[in-house]
């Protein structure tokens, strides 16, 4: 009997663990639905690293690192509500030079910046105007939420 009790109360704290850490957040690739909101996010990650990609040259990656790639967007949002608590995107770059004994000097940086979206912007209008936006634009629309576009919170990282 008392092994039965313990059996049952162990499996009880591990079903019960999982639940209690998850909290009220989620990646917002995930919301509304796993399936729903990968494939929303990803396509407007997609759209913001195109845009990235057409202004790298003439922009960020002229300094220090010359060849800035963006690696990640991920964002947080309230998996009852919609609401962002907030966003990051998150660049590599490096300069690397061929030494005269035939060995590499290697210079690499990661950047992360955080998007400055302020309190009760919901995920959903963020998705929209990205999405509206020409297909290599989303980087340059103003986004609700935020006091500009994409491209304008960068500049304070890269």
């Given at each position: 009997m008392l092994l039965a009790l313990?059996?049952?109360l162990c499996a009880g704290l591990l079903l019960a663990g999982p639940v209690q850490a998850a909290g009220p957040y989620v990646d917002a690739r995930q919301y509304p639905t796993p399936a729903a909101g990968h494939e929303r996010f990803l396509a407007a990650e997609r759209a913001l690293e195109r845009g990235f990609d057409d202004v790298c040259g003439d922009t960020f990656c002229e300094g220090q690192y010359y060849n800035i790639w963006a690696m990640r967007l991920r964002c947080s949002v309230h998996s009852g509500s919609g609401v962002l608590a907030s966003c990051i995107w998150t660049f590599a770059g490096s300069d690397t030079r061929v030494r005269g004994d035939g060995r590499f000097d290697v210079d690499q940086g990661?950047?992360?910046?955080?998007?400055?979206i302020v309190?009760?912007?919901r995920l959903e209008d963020v998705l929209r105007a990205w999405?509206?936006?020409?297909?290599?634009?989303?980087?340059?629309?103003?986004?609700?939420?935020?006091?500009g576009s994409v491209y304008e919170a960068l500049t304070d990282y890269l």
């Open positions: 313990v059996l049952a990661a950047f992360a910046c955080a998007l400055p309190a009760g912007t999405e509206a936006a020409p297909a290599r634009g989303a980087i340059h629309v103003p986004v609700p939420g935020m006091p």
